[in-house]
């Protein structure tokens, strides 16, 4: 779908200024957020983390300007709806409480996406997941690390973390975001609230966030029980009814995706559901999807979409 867009402009730090970025035929030259005047935006993206929104949020909606943001900060406001279109667009209704719509963290967007039409039908009682999250989740200098540790270990050479508490080269670590007294990471923690934001404030849910050396796309291990009778067979179905899923059945030749097949690609990849033996009404199954779309830009340009087109 085309809208006309009358005026788009891309502000950033001080650091930024005068930086040409391309959006589609344009180049933009980047501006400070500092001085930058809302007044003339309908809808600002905020992807610059907490303490950029806590500070400038604020100025922009006062200007009228509606804010999708991106990073964490708003996200458990109870007056900021917490959207991904698949599974609670009815919630975007309240946009204007704040003129604020948050975002969820890149590991729940696929989650909700697949799990939300199996509550419609079956009710979750309890998530466990175990997520592989790609350095790209924590930006561009934990990408360079990644490869620039992998170049030197090739000349037996040792390049120390900067941006990762432990060497991501060769390794893995369950080691997201900073930890809390319980034990938990502070990652693990959003995405549990998260949950429980956007699928039912009943669903509990236990998760392991980790660092995998891979540069895009997240993989998410899950087992989901359920409250109504439900198997790996019926769950394929619904599923494959989602226009944003793409299913890895049992039957295909190709059985499940990898983070590598999916970089660059829009959909969530579910694959490998299967009847959990141990326990009735339990499913696990796989999930991949980009970390920088679906999980990320891609989410909050489709909210952009849906509130053109419900009330713009
Ligand atoms: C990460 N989920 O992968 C974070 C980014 N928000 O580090």
């Known amino acids: ?31 400070t957020l500092d001085n930058f005047n809302f007044s003339k935006i309908d809808i600002a993206f905020f992807a610059a983390g907490s303490k950029i929104s806590r500070e400038h949020i604020p100025q922009a909606t006062s200007k009228g300007c509606i804010v999708i943001d991106k990073s964490s900060f708003f996200r458990f406001d109870k007056d900021v709806p917490l959207i991904v ?61 990644l490869y620039n540790q992998t170049k030197a270990k090739y ?28 034990g938990s990471t502070t990652e693990e923690f959003k995405i549990s609230l998260e949950l429980e934001k956007i699928i039912n404030p009943y669903v509990k849910s236990n998760i392991t966030c980790v660092r995998v050396p891979v540069f895009i796309s997240h993989a998410i291990s899950l087992n989901v029980e359920f409250k109504k009778q ?26 499940y995706s990898s983070p590598i097949d999916v970089a660059g690609d829009d959909f969530v990849h579910v694959s490998r559901i299967r009847n959990d033996k141990s326990q009735k009404n339990t499913l696990s199954l796989w999930i991949t999807s980009d970390n920088l779309r679906k999980g990320a830009a891609l989410n909050a340009v489709q909210i952009a979409e849906e509130l053109v087109k419900q009330y713009l």
Not at 1 to 20: E, F, H, L, M, R
Not at 122 to 145: C, P
């Open 230 to 255: 439900i198997n790996a067979k019926e769950a394929e179905k619904i599923l494959k009814e989602s226009d944003s899923i793409k299913l890895h059945s049992i039957s295909d030749k190709l059985q």
């Open 1 to 31: 779908k085309k809208y006309n867009i009358a005026v788009i402009g891309a502000t950033a730090s001080n650091d930024s200024i005068g930086t040409d970025i391309q959006f589609g035929n344009l180049t933009l030259k980047v501006s």
């Open 85 to 145: 279109p698949e599974a609670n667009l009815s919630d975007i209704k309240n946009y204007n409480i704040k003129n604020i719509i948050a975002s969820p963290n890149c590991c729940t967007i696929p989650i909700v996406t697949t799990l939300k039409p199996l509550d419609n039908e079956a009710i979750i009682k309890r998530i466990v997941a175990s997520t592989y999250q790609s350095v790209s989740g924590a930006g561009k200098l934990a990408m360079d690390e």
């Open 155 to 182: 000349i037996f050479d040792d390049l120390p973390p900067k941006i990762f508490p432990k060497q991501i080269a060769f390794n893995l670590f369950p080691h997201i975001g900073d930890f809390n007294q319980d």
